[in-house]
């Protein structure tokens, strides 16, 4: 007796917790296929961590197979799918091509970089989207401390000493607070430093404050936490041209700098503009449960999926991991009651507040509405990060614990390189080589 087939595109926050919730709810009465890129669930608010040498990059990579015992992956981008054959048409990482059928389909497919028409950014500028951009960023602000302290020239330390992060909501946040950190720490590693500049680290962003989206109390906190680190805060300032050497602010200052990082938001993945549905802002509209009009065989969640918020009528929900892990299990939820396995359920849910990691003991949070800094906040943000991980928790905490005690392994391993992490990707999970396997979008 054949079993119906559930194909799951997209393992991030969304896509993982509807594999899951599929596997204990249906035990084995429906095949579960997940399709995905990498054979891991990434963490994504920790990266920042990894990319500042505090964590090891398997500490944010939660194996699927290990954790989804239940779940077959099946590794690969998906190019197309075809509706009216209920296909699903993917590229294997070795170039390969093949085909899913599905008599089910959840599209969890996320978002990529967000890309704005500013010259020169596509060009010069790196996303953190993903793990190959984390490495990158990691080897890229080493490198640039060790040629910098190894020049005679005031003019290029300054340059290669300057690092310019645009966007301030939470993973710019996040990245600029981490990184002043860790060239801290690197400039203390470098004997031949001696009495040169402190490394500098920029913030932009067009909105009026920090962390624009969240609670007014939360951006405070992280502006004085930044602030008082060494962090040149500038709002109501964006990036008018970039270039190989620097990039021109929009009030006509010039930034010495060979270090841009890109983190102004999020677009849905390409893949859901081309299905030919209705889309909102590029995602996928759905009904309050998760189902695409029309085509009752099709699920969508997270940064994909346009979902109403019953909180804020006419609204639709944010791309935040919250609602896309808590959508996930929706949707697993909805598809296995479409199989006749138990009923439907309606999304809806509350902020249960946020959560900034500004690095050491400081933090900026609001659980349950509130507000906290310092470090309880700092306390409550890390426990926060152990009970959402699916796994790792004890080698997250040991990396944590060491960091407290240790100055952290300040080496390029040198296995990513530039040209393989493009701001302009629909996969930035994917380190991309010339003439590979790369999706167009």
Same mark, same amino acid.
């Given at each position: ?20 919730? +599929? ?14 890129? &990498?054979?891991?669930? /990434?963490?994504?608010?920790? /990266? ?50 093949? *085909?899913?059928?599905? @008599? ?68 710019? &946040? ?8 860790? &060239? ?20 932009? @962003? ?8 969240? %609670? ?6 992280? %502006? ?25 602010? *929009?009030?006509?200052?010039?930034? @010495?700098?060979?270090? +841009? ?10 893949? $859901? ?6 889309? #909102?802002? !590029?995602?996928?509209?759905? @009904? ?5 009009? !029309? ?47 138990? #009923? ?16 050491? $003991? ?40 060491? *960091? ?8 390029? /391993? ?8 493009? +701001?302009? &990707? ?11 396997? %790369?999706?167009?979008?």
């Amino acid at each position: 007796m054949n079993r119906p087939r559930v194909v799951i595109v997209g393992a991030g926050f969304a896509g993982y917790q509807a594999a899951r919730t +599929l596997s204990r709810t249906l035990r084995g009465k429906a095949e579960i296929v997940l399709l995905n890129p &990498t054979d891991y669930f /990434l963490y994504l608010p920790l /990266l920042p961590q990894v990319a500042a040498g505090v964590l090891e990059p398997r500490r944010v990579t939660v194996s699927l197979p290990g954790t989804l015992p239940r779940v077959r992956l099946v590794l690969g981008e998906a190019g197309h799918v075809d509706l009216a054959a209920r296909r699903v048409h993917y590229t294997d990482p070795e170039g390969g091509t093949g *085909d899913l059928t599905y @008599d089910r389909l959840v599209l969890a497919v996320g978002s990529v970089n967000k890309l704005l028409p500013v010259p020169g950014v596509a060009e010069y500028a790196h996303g953190f989207r993903g793990m190959p951009e984390a490495l990158f960023l990691r080897d890229h602000v080493t490198r640039q401390i060790e040629m910098a302290a190894a020049t005679g020239d005031a003019a290029e330390c300054a340059s290669r000493c300057t690092f310019v992060v645009v966007g301030a909501g939470y993973t710019g &946040t996040e990245v600029a607070a981490q990184g002043q950190m860790f &060239t801290d720490e690197l400039v203390r590693q470098q004997r031949a430093w001696r009495e040169r500049l402190r490394p500098r680290w920029l913030l932009l @962003d067009i909105a009026d404050r920090v962390l624009p989206d969240l %609670d007014r109390r939360l951006s405070t906190t992280a %502006d004085r936490v930044l602030r008082e680190r060494g962090v040149d805060v500038r709002t109501r300032t964006s990036v008018k041209h970039a270039g190989p050497t620097g990039v021109m602010l *929009d009030d006509g200052e010039f930034i @010495d700098t060979r270090t +841009l990082v890109w983190c102004v938001g999020v677009r849905p993945d390409p893949l $859901v503009s081309e299905l030919g549905l209705p889309v #909102e802002r !590029g995602r996928l509209v759905v @009904d309050p449960q998760l189902g695409v009009p !029309g085509h009752p065989d099709v699920f969508a969640c997270g940064d994909a999926a346009a979902v109403p918020d019953l909180t804020r009528p006419g609204q639709f929900t944010p791309m935040t991991a919250q609602h896309a892990s808590r959508q996930g299990k929706v949707a697993g939820r909805n598809v296995a009651a479409s199989l006749g396995h138990g #009923e439907r359920q309606t999304y809806e849910h509350h902020d249960m507040g946020f959560a900034v990691d500004l690095g050491g $003991v400081k933090a900026a949070a609001n659980p349950m509405g509130v507000p906290l800094s310092g470090p309880l906040a700092g306390a409550v943000t890390r426990g926060y990060h152990l009970a959402a991980m699916p796994g790792n928790r004890v080698r997250v905490a040991a990396d944590w614990m060491l *960091d407290a005690v240790l100055s952290r392994q300040a080496v390029q /391993l040198g296995l990513v390189r530039e040209w393989s992490v493009p +701001l302009d &990707t629909a996969s930035p999970e994917l380190a991309h080589a010339p003439g590979g396997p %790369d999706r167009k979008e």
